[in-house]
């Protein structure tokens, strides 16, 4: 891991991989490089940290080669360093980039060892190129080389390979971690995600596992596995540049932020009518499968594992079927217990999320009744190979902490909910009912998001903790963990959410005046529960912060030192959706007033394509 992007064109390109790889910064990354061919000799420049100190070194000692290959490095073999940072060369013959893991990196390294190698990094990928010279020291052929290397290798991994023998040819290989072509005139270019290559083409073919492309000036060799020639589809991709630029706002997660409401209606939009869902939104055959369905399986990672968590209340209150939510790396790695007429459903914000993806994967060879990506990039992974899938229309998001992508997965689920549950327990007046509070859902969102400078002064009480509790109860004890996570990711402010009823179970042991506590209180069914958890919290000297919909909580004593934000009243089962916002910014503006890195927090990237 963790950003590729190449090039084979008839100029100079060294400032074009530059530019690609400032678009991929948002995925995370400690080292940057570069290599190019220039006059039949290998280039190559690397450095530890941002690629601006790349572009300085570049600046300092000009690349002139018209093929290439960079590389920005999220360490998971070796520390980050100069030695340990993309790409690597073999007898200043051969470079090569990759995303991935090796995982027989160290069987394959004695092997090269005994056969004369000498290694520099203390990296998995090394072993790739000389095992790659080895290859072609024995068949002198480029291509042959790159199919015998990866025929010994064993995991996951992206590949991008050029060589002094071949000064206009780039090889891409992708087996379980994401590799696009981007198709020029008379240029053409390897990314690991389409937006690196936006400034240079909006034709995209995505490499499908097992492919080996063997890319020049002017043509575009893909074959499968066994080196036979395969076709593979041309994608238009249409984004606005301006979607990938910050405009007036300081970092990406507080533009994200603020474009909810826009991002909400567009995943509504064409999908919704007046009273009833727009049929088929879910492809064709989900007509014939929803009446089916018993039992609906959740699986996801991270942040879209908490909208699995909250979707779970929905399809068991709405559809009345039963419904199960699991972390995908646990999902594939245990014997599972099939329910019957069991509708699988993965969710990734990226579409390439390397255990939701092999959970999917696992979920196509089980008695499923059908499998649904619900994602947000068009082409990627999950959505060519689930049998079903659902586009949340977020727009794109870069900031590693997801926002406007997590709401959108919500809104996602709820229409699903509500079309499963139209076929199988049809209720025209309560769909009817919750599609008219859906539809006001952009508005309150904004309205939500006007109340930013008063969570920006709530923030300025977080800067010296060290330690954070939230609290929710029902649909929204899922959103309580979501404030956590976000509070984790960006501050590194430890936090934890918990049901509020397990209060005096545990947690309450952590309360004094040195632990916030945020609770989301919205007048419900559960909101004297609620009163009384945040009582005992009060006793105990604890500091709160409520979010709540109910005026009389404010004006009432026993919360006079409390600090309450009023929330626009929504349908209890659409809360999630607004509780968020709040906690979103909450995070966001306690991390500047701690000056971390915002848009890339330490240790993050924003794809996991390994596991």
């Known amino acids: 891991m963790c950003g590729i992007v190449g090039a084979v064109a008839k100029r100079p390109i060294a400032m074009l991989l530059i530019d690609g790889l400032k678009k991929l910064e948002y995925r995370g990354y400690d080292s940057a490089g570069i290599a190019v061919v220039d006059n039949q000799q290998l280039e190559r420049l690397r450095v530890v940290g941002k690629v601006r100190e790349l572009e300085r070194v570049l600046g300092d000692h000009p690349l002139m080669g018209h093929t290439g290959i960079a590389h ?25 980039v990759h995303n991935g893991i090796i995982e027989n990196h160290a069987t ?137 630029e910050r405009g007036e706002y300081r970092h990406y997660m507080k533009k994200e932020i603020m474009e909810q409401a826009k991002a909400i209606t567009a995943c509504l939009e064409d999908r919704i009518t007046k009273n009833a869902i727009a049929p088929a939104i879910f492809g064709l055959s989900a007509e014939e499968i929803f009446p089916q369905v018993e039992h609906v399986q959740l699986v996801a990672c991270g942040t879209s594992y908490h909208a699995a968590m909250v979707a779970r209340y929905w399809f068991e209150s709405l559809a009345k079927v039963s419904c199960s939510v699991e972390i995908a790396s646990e999902f594939r790695y245990r014997n599972i217990a099939q329910s019957k007429n069991s509708l699988f459903v993965t969710l990734s914000q990226s579409g390439e999320t390397a255990d939701t ?83 006001q859902i952009p508005a309150l969102t904004q309205e939500v998001l006007l109340q930013d400078n008063m969570i920006s002064q709530w923030a300025k009480a977080f800067t010296d903790k060290h330690h954070a509790l939230f609290l929710g109860r029902g649909v929204l004890f899922p959103i309580a963990l979501e404030g956590a996570l976000k509070m984790k990711e960006i501050s590194y402010i430890h936090a934890e959410g918990y049901p509020a009823g397990e209060l005096k179970h545990g947690p309450l042991a952590l309360v004094d005046e040195n632990m916030p506590v945020i609770a989301l209180a919205p007048n419900d069914n559960l909101l004297e529960k609620n009163l009384s958890n945040l009582q005992e919290v009060r006793a105990r000297g604890g500091k709160l912060y409520v979010l709540t919909d109910e005026k009389r909580l404010a004006s009432q004593d026993a919360f006079a030192n409390a600090d309450i934000l009023m929330m626009p009243t929504v349908h209890p089962l659409l809360s999630p959706i607004l509780y968020t916002i709040p906690l979103q910014l909450l995070a966001y503006h306690v991390a500047v007033f701690k000056g971390t890195d915002v848009d890339q927090p330490r240790n993050l990237a924003k794809s996991v394509t390994v596991e």
């Not at 009744?369 to 998001?397: D, K, P």
């Open 72 to 96: 920005t490095r999220w360490a998971t073999h070796g520390a980050p360093s100069e030695k340990n940072a993309h790409p690597f060369v073999s007898h200043d013959e051969f470079a090569l």
């Open 108 to 244: 394959l390294r004695d092997k090269l060892v005994k056969a004369g190698y000498h290694f520099h990094s203390d990296t998995d990928t090394e072993v790739v190129v000389h095992l790659l010279h080895h290859h072609y020291s024995e068949s002198h052929d480029l291509l042959k080389s790159v199919h015998a290397t990866v025929a010994e290798l064993e995991g996951a991994y992206s590949l991008g390979i050029i060589s002094k023998y071949d000064t206009h040819r780039l090889i891409a290989v992708r087996q379980g971690s994401p590799l696009v072509i981007g198709k020029g005139l008379g240029e053409n270019f390897i990314a690991s995600d389409p937006l690196a290559l936006l400034s240079v083409t909006q034709q995209f073919i995505y490499l499908e596992d097992n492919d080996f492309a063997d890319i020049s000036l002017d043509t575009i060799a893909i074959y499968n596995g066994n080196l036979q020639p395969v076709t593979r589809s041309v994608h238009q991709l249409a984004i606005n540049l301006d979607a990938i």
């Open 357 to 439: 993806l092999a959970a999917l994967r696992l979920a196509k060879k089980m008695d499923f009744l059908s499998t649904i990506a619900i994602c947000n990039v068009a082409g990627s992974s999950m959505t060519r190979e689930a049998e079903l899938y659902f586009l949340t229309r977020a727009g794109v998001e870069i900031g590693v902490a997801s926002t406007k992508a997590f709401v959108t997965q919500l809104v996602s689920l709820f229409l699903l909910a509500l079309s499963i549950s139209h076929k199988r327990n049809h209720q025209p007046q309560v769909e009817a009912e919750l599609i008219q509070h859906l539809q």
